[in-house]
């Protein structure tokens, strides 16, 4: 590949998928109308009951409510087109909102929730009054949560089927967090709520409020594991996560497939958003071939691979020669090798 040859960028076709975030936007919007709700039950029957635990699931309900306003901005905002200051688009600001509500649930639920039990459990609590409200909060707030809950799991579920991947996997490659945050706050609220009622029946039962501690101490150590698994998906996603790798390995097998490529020297993937995948690669060409039979090899190449992948937004190909010290030193420094010629696919 001779060093006068220009470098070929191709792509520029928007292949996003509107409906994920018309997917995950009856999720979240039916998990803030079930938190609104379950969050104002809960703050009457704190204050009706005086519970530690009652209290601590009021404020969990307050924080779900509230995440569930920054996942629908995130959605919202993530949608926008691309524009002169962002030609990638803005697909990752939801990772941005995502993460934020994963702070929320640390700071504005677990946090108050081990301080309400701390309080409880060195005797600065007010006396329980009569349990029966509190039972039949939390009595209706499990169905209700119950209801989000399973309406985030089959979303998952459809998605993770649609991806071939197995639910646990698939929220660990996800693109699209916003489900996956409903399901983990649904999930953890579903036990916090199993965790109050056990605390606020055996204060009933005993007489002793040390059990409403404990089941309010009990919530903020759940909410705060619940934070960082949210957190770090998020954050895996934020700092720019390769495209899954059975794409990877489709696009390299097709690139090093094309009758006018001898060898790929460098492939680089990204995800920039919720079915948005960038792709870079360097390829050393046959030197027979013409300028124009490699621009238009170029073209080929990247509308073949937007076709078959239908989350490739951008390809940029890019003709190198395979021997350039610096090329290969970079490639080494980041897959450990220099990747193979195609004869040895």
């Known amino acids: 590949m001779g060093p006068g040859r220009r470098g070929m960028t191709t792509g520029m076709a928007d292949h996003r998928d509107p409906g994920k975030a018309g997917e995950s ?23 009706l009951t005086g519970s530690a635990s009652l209290a601590a699931e009021a404020a969990h309900s307050v924080a779900d409510t ?30 941005i909102w995502t993460l934020l509500v994963a702070v929320a649930i640390f700071g504005m639920g677990a946090l108050f929730a081990l301080y309400q039990g701390v309080q409880t459990l060195t005797g600065h609590t007010a006396e329980e009054a009569d349990p029966l409200v509190g039972y039949a909060v939390l009595g209706v707030s499990f169905v209700l949560e119950a209801v989000s809950w399973q309406q985030a799991l089959r979303q998952v579920r459809a998605a993770a089927r649609g991806a071939g991947l197995p639910v646990a996997a698939y929220m660990r490659r996800t693109d699209d967090p916003p489900a996956i945050s409903v399901l983990l706050e649904d999930s953890a609220a579903l036990i916090g709520l199993l965790l109050a009622f056990g605390g ?20 903020g150590v759940l909410l705060t594991a619940v934070a960082p698994v949210l957190g770090r998906i998020n954050l895996d996603l934020l700092i720019g996560n390769q495209a899954d790798p059975r794409l990877v390995a489709d696009v390299r097998a097709r690139l090093t497939a094309a009758p006018e490529v001898e060898w790929l020297v460098d492939i680089v993937t990204m995800t920039v958003g919720a ?36 989350e490739i937004d951008e390809v940029f190909l890019e003709p190198v020669p395979r021997d350039d010290p610096e090329l290969r030193e970079r490639v080494v420094a980041r897959y450990g090798r220099p990747l193979r010629p195609k004869r040895s696919e």
């Open 66 to 95: 509230f995440n569930e306003v920054l996942l629908m901005a995130g959605l919202r905002r993530s949608g926008r087109p691309a524009d002169r200051r962002h030609p990638l688009g803005y697909g990752m600001e939801r990772y």
């Open 275 to 310: 079915d948005r995948v960038l792709v870079c690669a360097r390829l050393d060409f046959r030197d027979a071939i013409a300028s124009a039979e490699l621009e238009r090899a170029c073209v080929r190449m990247a509308r073949e691979l937007r076709e078959a992948h239908a």
């Open 25 to 47: 936007g009856p999720t979240v919007a039916l998990a803030f109308l079930a938190n609104l709700g379950i969050a104002v039950a809960k703050i009457v029957a704190a204050l």
């Open 200 to 219: 606020l029946g055996l204060h009933h039962l005993t007489g002793s409020a040390v059990w409403d501690g404990v089941g309010s101490v009990l919530i």
